[in-house]
T-cell receptor
Framework: DTEVTQTPKHLVMGMTNKKSLKCEQH?????MYWYKQKAKKPPELMFV???????INESVPSRFSPECPNSSLLNLHLHALQPEDSALYLC????????????FGPGTRLTVT | AQTVTQSQPEMSVQEAETVTLSCTYD???????LFWYKQPPSRQMILVIR??????QNATENRFSVNFQKAAKSFSLKISDSQLGDAAMYFC???????????FGTGTRLQVTL
């Protein structure tokens, strides 16, 4: 089973709202990732969690706040976003941070109005 | 630093035919891994095939195979017996032995026609 789930599928939020994206995997993977993908572009890495600790932050603005409550769950908290933050947000996981292949979820389509 | 280059923005293939997608990469590391991911209009990135740099044998997964030319830093994907469901954006990606960051190419959009 190589399933990563993400909720919600779609999200529309105003610039003053606070919302959260959720990602879950039950494959026993110990590394989890957040990516941002704009239309017709490859994904861009935002954050990496390894063994529930933040290991990489790709200089992401503080209006994006990741959280890893346990080894199966990854959240991305959103606050005071800008319209240019509208994108597809992809979650991925891998067995460990040094097991290279990453398995992606279906993504959350975020629109900021 | 790693770079991945896909020089074909779009490709087209007839159903049941064979198509090859090109990818070149550059890295100073000796330990690295290469991948092809498929992203259909449904958006989900699906791992198609992986290749470890230390393995000389080209990876295969059913109708998908790679031509890994290490000296030339080339990693092409061959899709045999193309099916309508193969229509998608294909991304070539690499990661080094010590990093967690996938470096993606710009993608090749594959159309499959009847």
């Amino acid at each position: 089973d190589t399933e990563v789930t993400q909720t919600p599928k779609h999200l529309v939020m105003g610039m003053t709202n606070k919302k959260s994206l959720k990602c879950e995997q039950h494959m026993g993977h110990r590394a989890m990732y957040w990516y941002k993908q704009k239309a017709k572009k490859p994904p861009e890495l935002m954050f990496v969690y390894s063994y529930e600790k933040l290991s990489i932050n790709e200089s992401v603005p503080s209006r994006f706040s990741p959280e890893c409550p346990n080894s199966s769950l990854l959240n991305l908290h959103l606050h005071a976003l800008q319209p240019e933050d509208s994108a597809l947000y992809l979650c991925a996981s891998s067995p460990t941070a040094d097991r290279r292949e990453q398995y992606f979820g279906p993504g959350t389509r975020l629109t900021v109005t | 630093a790693q770079t991945v280059t896909q020089s074909q923005p779009e490709m087209s293939v007839q159903e049941a035919e064979t198509v090859t997608l090109s990818c070149t990469y550059d890295t100073s590391e000796s330990d690295y891994y290469l991948f092809w991911y498929k992203q259909p209009p449904s958006r989900q990135m699906i791992l198609v095939i992986r290749q470890e740099a230390y393995k000389q044998q080209n990876a295969t997964e059913n109708r998908f195979s790679v031509n890994f030319q290490k000296a030339a830093k080339s990693f092409s994907l061959k899709i045999s017996d193309s099916q309508l469901g193969d229509a998608a954006m294909y991304f070539c990606a690499s990661v080094t032995g010590t990093a967690s960051k996938l470096t993606f190419g710009t993608g090749t959009r594959l159309q499959v026609t009847l």
